[in-house]
């Protein structure tokens, strides 16, 4: 039990900043350059964690609370979500809600953290984020019900358990395939990718998520950096797991499943990356609230 | 019980201590205190025993007709007793502080004495088991609710609102005293109230719907809140406590009692209240987003909760109709939870926004700014009050959002298509829990966080400790329910099987609707410890760092606090989103023409319902009146001989048959 959660943990903390590698490099390849190492996450991590911090007057101790939370949420977030072949460390009747929160929990500090710097730039972003992901947890909760009414479970270890497999062959499959759609537009939204927020952009209006970690510097940057990548590990284990749930029974192999899901999953993010322009702000609430209508559609289909 | 009594009278006189001691010294003030104090220590050992088999009654008689003077305590009521309990008497010492008699010669002692007078009627309304008691102790809570609420009588904005509360409650009453009617006729006896799940009507529809206007009237669910933002913010701080986080629950524990009665619950009573609580939670926080002044959008945060509140018992109603025990458990444990998770987080937020309004002087956010350097502890309760409120881990609001979540995904299970949908609470609570997050970022971050923009926020000072002590308790008080929620399961196990009127509640043992809540509490504490480890080591790390630098303003090197981001334009992208119903007032804004001149901007939203709807309806009703009686009462002394005549013919008619 203990050696499974170690290893799951372990995976995860080597792991995360690797598809952002690939997602650069697949940006890279499409736009014919060379682009930067596959590790360059890796040793961009590293310096920033030898650097040191500048703190502007303005700020107080929330200021650090943005990162920490930001760090510490999608390692207890992993802990409630089985990889792979690993079941779930921590499984409850409901944790599957204490998944949705806890990303709310990351999402208020770092906004207030961003508010604190007393900058009109990050106030900006901080109200962006708040708004469209408060749009996007609905979808969440209708893909969720869906889930669950197909897994008869409340655990998200039994909502993406092997009957999955059965799931797709079922007369169903079409909600389940609907589901993976709006999962992966969240998966979007909640990790400021292009076509929601370009986390590459440098002109401080048009950013979301970029512009309210603007003021923090060495570590703190680092474990914000971090976060982002083990979050989008994370959210990505749920979407992988349910494009393949292929379940071998054979502990090295369902991780070596998971693993190339998740590489696979950032290649299609740096596709969708390089071909996709950024939508603008105002049209932004409008495709959350149109993904939200299809993911009813997949209830509905769910229920029939 | 004889104790319990022996507080609630103590609590009820303690105010009229202040009328002893001299206006220019405390003195009466701190007796007062006391006396509450020493009166809800009398309450609690009652309390105590709530679990026991044996049931806590006090049956006297009573010389009123129909009445009987019959107090009961059972689960239900004691889950809605004992946060009353911890916020009276930590508003009471909050007091001490907040509102001196030194300080408001004119209206302390008015405050003390009404404050003690609507703590012992609530408790006694709690208790009651007989329609006349309840009645009584209704009405007087509603009359000191209004003193309360008209503290400061001399500023017309307060008797305003006093007066709206005053119609308000008293529609509500009258409908009450049409429901109780109608409740007594054909048993026995006619005021006492029947045992849980044992009455048939069939008038039960009748009743519903006006124990629905009256109890929602109180509760502030949507249309009915009209009373609510003016009346919280115009009562001192740790009134509008009381208010928000106790007394409108008496109207959802009049709905919980009420329904509790009847054998057979028809489902649209279920659907009624989940479709008020989704427009109440939706649109009160909506409303609450678009507000300038701290304790009105706190009051529309009440509205939003009552609403939640509504989702929870509207699910257990229609658990109730299709014979689903699972989902009785859960949505009316849900209900109950946030019952007591409302009072304290709300409790909470107003007294640390009455301890802002002390140190600024003004309840308009946009004149905040900084505070966290200047009031350090207020900001830290502000914090935990709001992630509270929130529903997010790992305080209170999280547990009670959970269960009712839970229940709506127990629908699933339900072999009824018309059951399923019900299913919409869940994202409504998720948009709802969204909205309220963006809400409280707001506020927090606007307050707290920058620069100040004002001189009266750069020279804010930190709440005395009479202030800061009770709002550390009820933050620890949301953290104890947060990491330890087993330790209410089986108080609110007990009422859910009270409502339904089983002996034996469902085992909370493996496998009952409410077992996970053990499991929650292991990944909070792994939640907190983290974080701290976390926090620590950063904290650590970053010691010796530079803090004599501005904040990155994009290369203009003047920045000023005028500059940052304010309440209202961060409220704005989201108020733009709900438009459909909030329909904001917009003023100016435009800069025209190469040098543009200065000008102005201001927006402001009017209460949904007060402003739009009823207030121009009344208006136009008084004036059609005002024709009518023109028209009638003319003046013509010939016309008053001819309506004498007239009556006595009509007498006459009806009465030679």
Redesign the interface.
């Known amino acids: 039990m203990i050696g499974r959660i170690v290893l799951q943990l372990l995976i995860l903390l080597m792991f995360a900043p690797l598809p952002l590698g690939v997602i650069n490099k697949t940006k890279a390849l499409f736009a014919g350059r060379i682009g930067p190492p596959l590790l360059q996450p890796y040793y961009d991590l590293a310096r920033l964690w030898r650097k040191?911090?500048?703190?502007?007057?303005?700020?107080?101790?929330?200021f650090?609370?943005g990162?920490?939370?930001g760090?510490?949420v999608p390692?207890?977030a992993c802990?409630?979500l089985p990889f792979g072949g690993l079941p779930a460390p921590?499984s409850?009747?409901?944790?599957l809600?204490?998944f949705?929160?806890?990303f709310?929990?990351s999402?208020?500090f770092t906004?207030?953290a961003?508010?604190?710097?007393?900058?009109?730039?990050?106030?900006?972003g901080?109200?962006?984020e708040?708004?469209f992901?408060?749009?996007?947890?609905?979808i969440?909760?209708?893909c969720?019900?869906v889930l669950?009414?197909g897994a008869?479970s409340?655990t998200l270890g039994g909502l993406l358990g092997p009957q999955l497999t059965s799931f797709w062959h079922s007369p169903h499959a079409a909600s389940l395939g609907i589901v993976l759609v709006c999962l992966f537009v969240v998966l979007l939204v909640e990790n400021s990718r292009i076509p929601f927020d370009d986390p590459n952009t440098h002109l401080?209006l048009t950013m979301i998520h970029e512009v309210m970690v603007?003021?923090h510097s060495?570590?703190?940057l680092g474990?914000i950096l971090y976060g982002a990548a083990m979050k989008l590990v994370v959210l990505g284990a749920l979407v992988v797991r349910l494009a393949l749930p292929l379940q071998t029974g054979w502990l090295i192999g369902d991780l070596l499943v998971f693993l190339v899901g998740i590489l696979l999953l950032a290649v299609v993010i740096g596709v969708v990356e390089s071909t996709m322009a950024r939508l603008r702000l105002p049209r932004v609430?409008q495709v959350l609230v149109g993904t939200?209508l299809l993911s009813v559609f997949a209830?509905v289909l769910a229920?029939r | 019980m004889i104790w319990l009594l022996c507080g609630i009278v103590l609590m009820g006189v303690s105010g009229l201590a202040g009328l002893i001691g001299s206006r220019a010294r405390d003195g009466g003030q701190k007796l007062a205190c006391a006396l509450i104090l020493v009166g809800v220590t009398l309450c609690l050992p009652a309390l105590l025993k709530v679990l026991a088999p044996t049931a806590t009654v006090i049956n006297w008689r009573w010389a009123v007709p129909g009445g009987q003077f019959l107090l009961e305590l059972d689960a239900i009521s004691a889950a809605f007793i004992l946060p009353l309990l911890l916020v009276v008497a930590l508003g009471a010492i909050y007091g001490l502080g907040y509102w001196r008699h030194r300080e408001h010669p004119a209206n302390a002692t008015k405050l003390q004495i009404f404050y003690g007078l609507i703590s012992a009627a609530m408790i006694v309304l709690l208790l009651a088991r007989n329609s006349l008691l309840f009645l009584m102790a209704w009405e007087v809570m509603a009359l000191a609710g209004y003193f309360l609420i008209t503290t400061e009588d001399h500023k017309p904005e307060v008797c305003r609102a006093g007066f709206i509360y005053l119609i308000a409650t008293h529609s509500g009453t009258l409908a009450l005293f049409g429901a109780f009617a109608l409740l007594g006729t054909g048993q026995p006896g006619a005021l006492s109230w029947p045992a849980a799940a044992s009455f048939s009507s069939p008038q039960a529809g009748l009743i519903f719907i006006l124990a629905l206007f009256g109890f929602g009237m109180k509760a502030g669910l949507m249309p009915l809140h009209i009373w609510l933002p003016g009346a919280h913010a115009a009562a001192p701080s740790h009134a509008s406590a009381l208010l928000s986080g106790v007394m409108i629950k008496t109207g959802i524990y009049g709905l919980v009692r009420l329904t509790s009665f009847f054998a057979e619950i028809p489902a649209w009573w279920g659907w009624t209240l989940l479709l008020l609580g989704v427009v109440s939670g939706i649109f009160g926080v909506a409303l609450a987003i678009a507000q300038h002044d701290i304790k009105r959008l706190l009051a529309y945060h009440s509205v939003e909760n009552i609403g939640i509140i509504a989702l929870g018992l509207g699910l257990a109603l229609l658990g109730r109709s299709y014979n689903q025990p699972t989902l009785v458990v859960l949505g009316l444990a849900g209900c109950l939870l946030h019952v007591a998770n409302h009072g304290l987080f709300k409790s909470l937020l107003f007294l640390s926004a009455g301890s802002i309004i002390h140190g600024v002087g003004t309840r308009e956010i946009d004149q905040y700014?900084?505070l966290?350097?200047r009031q350090p502890l207020t900001g830290l309760f502000f914090?935990g009050g709001?992630?509270a409120i929130?529903?997010?881990?790992p305080f209170n609001g999280?547990i009670s959002?959970?269960l009712i979540?839970?229940a709506s995904?127990k629908v699933?299970?339900s072999p009824s298509?018309v059951l399923?949908l019900s299913?919409l609470t869940?994202?409504?609570?998720?948009?709802i829990?969204?909205?309220a997050?963006?809400c409280?970022?707001?506020v927090?971050?606007?307050s707290?966080?920058?620069?100040p923009r004002t001189a009266a926020a750069a020279s804010a000072h930190e709440a005395p400790a009479t202030m800061l002590w009770p709002m550390g308790i009820f933050l620890l008080a949301c953290a104890f329910i947060g990491l330890l929620p087993s330790q209410l399961a089986p108080l609110l196990n007990r009422a859910a099987a009270q409502w339904q009127g089983q002996d034996h509640p469902l085992p909370l043992s493996l496998g009952g609707p409410l077992?996970?809540l053990a499991?929650?509490s292991?990944?909070g504490w792994?939640?907190v410890v983290?974080?701290a480890l976390?926090?620590w080591r950063?904290?650590r790390?970053?010691q010796?760092?530079?803090?004599?630098?501005?904040?990155?303003?994009?290369g203009y090197p003047f920045p000023s606090?005028k500059?940052?981001?304010t309440a209202s334009?961060?409220g704005d992208?989201?108020v733009r989103?709900f438009n459909f119903g909030l329909w904001s007032k917009r003023h100016g804004g435009r800069p025209d023409g190469l040098f543009p001149a200065t000008s102005s901007f201001e927006s402001h939203t009017p209460d949904l319902f007060l402003d739009r709807l009823f207030s121009p309806a009344f208006q136009g009703a008084a004036w059609l009146m005002h024709g009518v009686r023109r028209l009638i009462q003319n003046g013509v002394a010939a016309i008053y001989l001819l309506y004498s005549a007239l009556t006595l013919l009509v007498l006459l008619a009806l009465l030679t048959r």
Not at chain 1, 92 to 95: A, E, W
Not at chain 1, 116 to 121: A, L, P, V
């Open positions: 040191g911090f500048v703190f502007s007057r303005t700020t107080t101790w929330v650090l609370a990162p920490v939370v760090l510490v390692v207890l802990l409630l921590i409850f009747h409901g944790d809600i204490l949705v929160y806890l709310g929990l999402r208020f906004a207030a961003a508010l604190d710097t007393g900058s009109s730039f990050e106030g900006m901080a109200v962006r708040v708004t992901s408060c749009l996007a947890e609905p969440v909760l209708f969720l019900l669950a009414h008869d409340l401080e603007l003021d060495g570590p703190a474990m609430p939200s209830l229920l | 700014g900084g966290l350097k914090l709001a992630v929130c529903g997010l881990p999280f959002e959970w979540y839970l995904f699933l299970n298509g399923s299913l869940a994202p409504a609570l998720a948009l829990g969204g909205l997050l963006a409280f970022v707001k927090f971050g606007i707290f966080g920058g620069e077992a996970p499991a929650i292991l990944a792994i939640l983290l974080l976390v926090f950063l904290r790390c970053s010796g760092a530079r803090r004599d630098l501005g904040t990155w303003g994009c606090p500059m940052q981001y334009s961060f992208s989201l989103l």
